[in-house]
């Protein structure tokens, strides 16, 4: 390893006194010892800690927390028994205000940092009124612990389950299923399936529920076809949980950490669950993609329906489309909308969608958005506004720069990564688009997760 330039002012295994002054990308404090960057999860910007150091790097080390000094108003109490062990919520120790806050100044720093974007307004993070129970969707591991069968989740960066008894974040509905499907599973002795050994049958459990129907599905992902006790298995099920429409077994016979494998069987009832955004059904099978917090699923996309200011009139591209659920949001104000998304058996769910509500003029295509997007163009599809919404490497410059070709009168960019937004709308702002305002959303209440709806507009449209 190359020496540092300087000597680093900290050592490993020592304690040091840090003053915490920001908070890191995945929630975790910040602060620095003779102007060396140290990260201490759970500690809290205005709080003076004492730390240990764990890990270091050359410009930065990670630190534990040992003790807090003086303690930030801030800090709350996390309400569940295993937030300190389990991976999957990182600001439970934050009062949720504090966390709405802390997200918006991502943004605005993303936007300043890597933007260079001036005067744009970013409005307070949208929040829920309830925070907790949003989840419609539980994916839980099984294990061993203590010779008994456990749920549970991985702890941080490792596959060893922490067990748990129940999930605050999740409806209450799906926290039912995993312990009553754990249970069952138990008294008809059917084992679970071992990674180590790759030996053992069920994989995990998954619960999904219908926020606005109160329709429940479970999923039991198998290491083999072969499920024995079957019909004692589904009638248990059925009338263990009696809100159940749909009992599917996935067959995964890889060693992978992919959760899904390629065979899905229907055991009892429906194929798939109902559930609708603002006016829009959805049909929900064992492996479609569907938002996992409904509720503020609809602030977003209702924010993103505000930016788009439809009348009727508009041609409207939706790019990186999913199953449609923002094409078929917007298809109800426009003349026309057109979806583009890579994944196959996404479209397939998008056509079925549109034909489920009716929507004749949302249309569905297969591909990359950089590639189809130019296409269209070329064939003389004239969008008003184009709609992205990218995972999180953000967009391609061949579709930003099909983007700026097209001339949409608005751009509505939603965004799961600040910093990917930020790079991306420098590039439109230098291509002739002006960003008005930003608006983030808290789709995940206690996790890191940070979501966003930016308007744009061409410059020779606005005032210019
Ligand atoms: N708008 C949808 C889904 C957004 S998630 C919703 O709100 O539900 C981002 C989507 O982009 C994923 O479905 C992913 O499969 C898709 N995707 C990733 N790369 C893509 C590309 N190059 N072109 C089109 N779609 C892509």
Redesign the pocket.
């Known amino acids: 390893m190359a020496k540092p330039k300087f000597p680093v002012p900290v050592q490993k295994n020592e304690y040091y006194e840090i003053d915490i002054t920001g908070l890191g990308h995945e929630g975790e404090g910040v602060g620095k010892v003779e102007g060396f960057t140290v990260f201490v999860p759970r500690a809290v910007p205005g709080e003076r800690v004492k730390a240990k150091i764990t890990k270091l790097q050359k410009t930065y080390a990670f630190g534990r927390l040992i003790d807090t000094i003086t303690t930030s108003p801030d800090r709350a109490e996390p309400p569940c028994p295993i937030y300190h062990r389990c991976g999957g919520c990182q600001m439970q120790h934050l009062s949720y205000e504090a966390q709405l806050r802390h997200k918006r100044q991502t943004v605005v720093d993303a936007l300043t940092r890597i933007g260079k974007l001036e005067g744009v307004t970013v409005h307070e993070t949208l929040g829920m009124d309830e925070p907790w129970s949003y989840r419609n969707k539980a994916q839980v591991p099984l294990g061993e612990i203590d010779g008994r069968l456990a749920v549970g989740f991985y702890a941080p960066r490792t596959h060893e389950i922490i067990e748990m008894q129940g999930c605050p974040i999740q409806h209450p509905y799906n926290d039912e299923i995993v312990h009553a499907t754990k249970e069952i599973l138990q008294e008809l002795g059917i084992k679970h399936y071992d990674e180590q050994t790759h030996t053992g049958l069920v994989r995990h459990i998954i619960g999904r529920v219908g926020f606005h129907t109160g329709e429940t599905m479970v999923v039991l992902v198998t290491n083999g076809r072969k499920l024995p006790h079957v019909d004692a298995l589904v009638s248990k099920l059925r009338e263990r949980i009696p809100h159940l429409v749909s009992i599917i077994q996935n067959v995964n016979t890889q060693q992978t950490n992919v959760i899904f494998g390629r065979e899905t069987i229907t055991l009892w009832g429906s194929d798939s669950i109902t559930d609708t955004i603002g006016e829009i059904k959805f049909d929900i099978s064992a492996r479609s993609?569907?938002?996992v917090n409904p509720v503020q699923?609809e602030v977003?996309?209702g924010k993103t329906l505000e930016y788009a200011q439809l009348t009727g009139a508009e041609t409207v591209i939706?790019?990186?489309?999913?199953?449609?659920?923002?094409s078929l949001f917007l298809a109800q104000k426009a003349k026309a909308v057109y979806g583009?998304?890579?994944?196959p058996e996404?479209i397939e769910d998008a056509k079925k969608n549109a034909a489920l509500n009716g929507l004749e003029n949302a249309h569905f295509e297969v591909?990359?958005?950089?590639?189809?997007i130019p296409r269209w163009h070329s064939e003389g599809i004239k969008p008003d506004v184009i709609v992205v919404?990218?995972?999180r490497k953000g967009c391609?410059e061949e579709?930003l720069q099909a983007i700026v070709e097209m001339k949409p009168e608005r751009v509505v960019y939603?965004s799961?990564n600040p910093s990917t937004l930020a790079r991306d709308l420098r590039y439109l702002e230098d291509n002739g688009f002006r960003t008005v305002e930003v608006q983030p959303v808290d789709m995940f209440p206690h996790t890191f997760h940070v979501e966003c709806v930016t308007m744009l507009v061409r410059k020779d449209q606005s005032e210019m």
Not at 318 to 326: F, P, Q
Not at 340 to 343: A, F, I, K, W
Not at 367 to 372: D, H, N, P, S, W
Request: charge should be negative; aromatic fraction near 12%; charged fraction near 15%.
């Open positions: 993609f569907f938002q699923t977003l996309y939706d790019a990186y489309c999913g199953i449609g659920t923002i583009v998304e890579v994944v996404a591909g990359g958005a950089e590639v189809v919404d990218p995972p391609e579709l939603v799961c």
